[in-house]
């Protein structure tokens, strides 16, 4: 099955918790035991997993990457928002989740993030969702 889901963000940088999302999609594709996988379509966003319990994580995440990777004028592209490539780049365009009786397999304080890197924008995100013949 595959599927879209769109979210808009808020700020110039940030990690959505998207969990929620990904997970009523999954309900809805009727798979029991397979594979979710997600992949972001930009270049200034990605997807990643994280903690989703202490909300201090993510700013920690977003504070040590903007750290990582900070605004410069001795980058080349033109467009000014050559930090948000790099960090997408760093987290990633796409991540993949068992699903188990019809949930995502997540550990316990496991989380599915969109980071948004050159916000506010209107993001996509694809998924395919798998079942696993047993």
Not at 50 to 59: L, S, Y
Not at 98 to 106: M, N, Y
Request: with cysteine; charged share 20%; aromatic share 6%.
């Amino acid at each position: 099955m595959f599927t879209e889901i769109s979210i808009r963000t808020g700020v110039r940088t940030e990690l959505v918790d998207i969990t929620p999302q990904i997970q009523e999609a999954v309900s809805r594709s009727d798979v029991r035991d397979g594979l979710c996988h997600l992949f972001v379509p930009h270049t200034t966003a990605g997807i990643t997993m994280n903690e989703n319990w202490d909300p201090a994580v993510r700013q920690d995440v977003v504070a040590a990457l903007n750290a990582l990777v900070p605004a410069s004028p001795s980058y080349r592209h033109t467009e000014g928002n050559s930090p948000a490539h790099i960090k997408a780049t760093l987290t990633g365009f796409s991540v993949a989740c068992p699903v188990r009786g019809g949930k995502l397999a997540l550990g316990t304080w496991q989380g599915i993030y969109l980071a948004e890197w050159d916000g506010p924008r209107q993001r996509h995100i694809y998924l395919t969702i798998h079942e696993i013949a047993g």
